[in-house]
């Protein structure tokens, strides 16, 4: 299958509502050759990226909008637009195989339309953008409820933040301290003729100076390392570990947090990791096994106790909650189409509700490090805050990182050019069970 082709149909199902890019991607790459799959990703997360910018322009240069029945030309014909203005393809090539796209498509009427667009875009794009850039939405290719959100609650940093989401984001590794130290590792990569240097707050973190292939790295196979963010590589140190603990990862996948627990502590009594659903924790497994880990994965709600909870009280307890992701945008860019301002609150709810519930298994004296991927305050600060009020037994402790900013209540990491994601937490301790 044409690249091009298999990057507007992932990304299709996106406008449409109907998926994500990580669930309708991997179909479409399985479709095209192997030498191709890299240039259909680059072609659907960067289209994604600059969607509000695309989006844009589109408007300007077409009479009318697409019917929600043509978003697979819509998709199309933003895939086009990013080639022209964001990729190194030649503008022929761009057009000519965008257009010639259409009949694929079984749609031969949108050839004359796509064709006249992109090369009006070939030729107008930079009079138009001149004029788009006005509005903060298209220059900082944010969707408004997005970039409102952010100046809100970000004045100082809000457009910072918007860049570093637009970046690439950098490959950052986490060292396996049941095998290597940081610097032994960073000796081998050395070695080995990659570029790397050691990350600033976390004390396994390596960021490399180029991306590369795993399989290339070495000990990977070997569970030597993984990849893993910065931002999420600070948990399992803030925990406080120590041997003989239970440890509860709630809402785990995919498993980093979970094997760098493990990693970090190897005389623990052991490790619960809860995610709703089966399919979520396989690839938890996967990494467990190829680190030589084990932990006992469950399949369940985590706010409904009663199914999956032995009565056993955790000492320490991990939940990084299901978030908006708006910290972690650069990496999964769909998200500008995805979320919507009405999610947030709803997402609010469900923290809540979970961090109600996980209260209920934590052992007096016991430790619970909230998380999350996002850089509202909504589901953050205002959380915890809310959470406090509501529960007399829970008090808050201080995070040992320079990590982030101090917030009301934990600490906000905003996304780095270079660095580590964005990402919240708040450390809670019980010191009194629930009355009654």
């Given at each position: 299958m044409n690249p091009r082709l298999a990057a507007a149909k992932a990304l299709a199902a996106v406008l449409s509502g109907k998926a994500s890019l990580n669930s309708s991607l991997p179909t479409q790459l399985e479709k095209v050759e192997d030498r191709d799959r890299g240039f259909t990703q680059d072609l659907a997360f960067g289209t994604a990226r600059w969607q509000p910018r695309l989006s844009a322009l589109a408007e300007k240069l077409l009479q009318k909008p697409f019917k929600a029945a043509d978003a697979d030309v819509e998709a199309l014909l933003l895939v086009g637009l990013y080639q022209l203005l964001y990729t190194r393809v030649p503008a022929h090539a761009a057009i000519g195989e965008t257009v010639g796209c259409a009949d694929k498509?079984?749609?031969?009427?949108?050839?004359?339309?796509?064709?006249?667009?992109?090369?009006?875009?070939?030729?107008?794009?930079?009079?138009?953008?001149?004029?788009?850039?006005?509005?903060?939405?298209?220059?900082?290719?944010?969707?408004?409820?997005?970039?409102?959100?952010?100046?809100?609650?970000?004045?100082?940093?809000?457009?910072?933040?918007?860049?570093?989401?637009?970046?690439?984001?950098?490959?950052?590794?986490?060292?396996?301290?049941?095998?290597?130290?940081?610097?032994?590792?960073?000796?081998?990569?050395?070695?080995?003729?990659?570029?790397?240097?050691?990350?600033?707050?976390?004390?396994?973190?390596?960021?490399?100076?180029?991306?590369?292939?795993?399989?290339?790295?070495?000990?990977?196979?070997?569970?030597?390392?993984?990849?893993?963010?910065?931002?999420?590589?600070?948990?399992?140190?803030?925990?406080?570990?120590?041997?003989?603990?239970?440890?509860?990862?709630?809402?785990?996948?995919?498993?980093?947090?979970?094997?760098?627990?493990?990693?970090?502590?190897?005389?623990?009594?052991?490790?619960?990791?809860?995610?709703?659903?089966?399919?979520?924790?396989?690839?938890?497994?996967?990494?467990?096994?190829?680190?030589?880990?084990?932990?006992?994965?469950?399949?369940?709600?985590?706010?409904?106790?009663?199914?999956?909870?032995?009565?056993k009280p955790f000492q320490r307890i991990l939940l990084d909650a299901p978030c908006s992701a708006t910290g972690v945008i650069r990496r999964h860019p769909d998200i500008k189409l995805t979320r919507q301002a009405d999610d947030i609150v709803a997402l609010a709810q469900l923290q809540g509700e979970l961090l109600d519930a996980m209260w209920k298994t934590l052992e007096v004296g016991g430790i619970l490090l909230y998380a999350t991927c996002s850089t509202l305050p909504t589901e953050n600060t205002e959380v915890i805050a809310a959470f406090l009020e509501r529960t007399p037994g829970a008090r808050e402790l201080d995070l040992a990182t320079a990590a982030g900013i101090k917030q009301p209540h934990g600490r906000q990491l905003l996304a780095r050019q270079g660095g580590h994601d964005g990402f919240y937490y708040a450390k809670l301790i019980k010191i009194a069970a629930a009355r009654g």
């Open positions: 498509l079984k749609k031969p009427w949108a050839k004359g339309l796509l064709n006249a667009v992109l090369r009006n875009a070939q030729r107008e794009s930079e009079t138009i953008f001149a004029e788009l850039e006005r509005d903060p939405v298209v220059r900082t290719a944010h969707p408004r409820w997005l970039q409102k959100s952010l100046k809100a609650f970000w004045p100082e940093q809000w457009e910072a933040i918007c860049a570093a989401n637009n970046a690439h984001p950098p490959m950052i590794l986490r060292v396996n301290r049941r095998h290597h130290s940081r610097d032994a590792y960073l000796a081998l990569l050395n070695d080995a003729g990659i570029a790397a240097q050691p990350c600033t707050f976390s004390r396994d973190g390596i960021v490399l100076e180029a991306a590369t292939d795993v399989r290339s790295l070495p000990g990977f196979a070997e569970g030597w390392i993984s990849v893993q963010d910065e931002a999420a590589q600070l948990a399992a140190d803030l925990l406080d570990l120590a041997p003989g603990q239970r440890v509860l990862d709630a809402c785990c996948a995919p498993g980093g947090k979970t094997c760098h627990i493990l990693e970090a502590e190897p005389a623990l009594a052991g490790v619960v990791a809860v995610d709703l659903e089966a399919k979520r924790l396989v690839r938890v497994k996967e990494n467990l096994e190829r680190l030589g880990l084990d932990a006992e994965l469950i399949a369940a709600d985590g706010r409904d106790t009663a199914t999956w909870w032995d009565g």
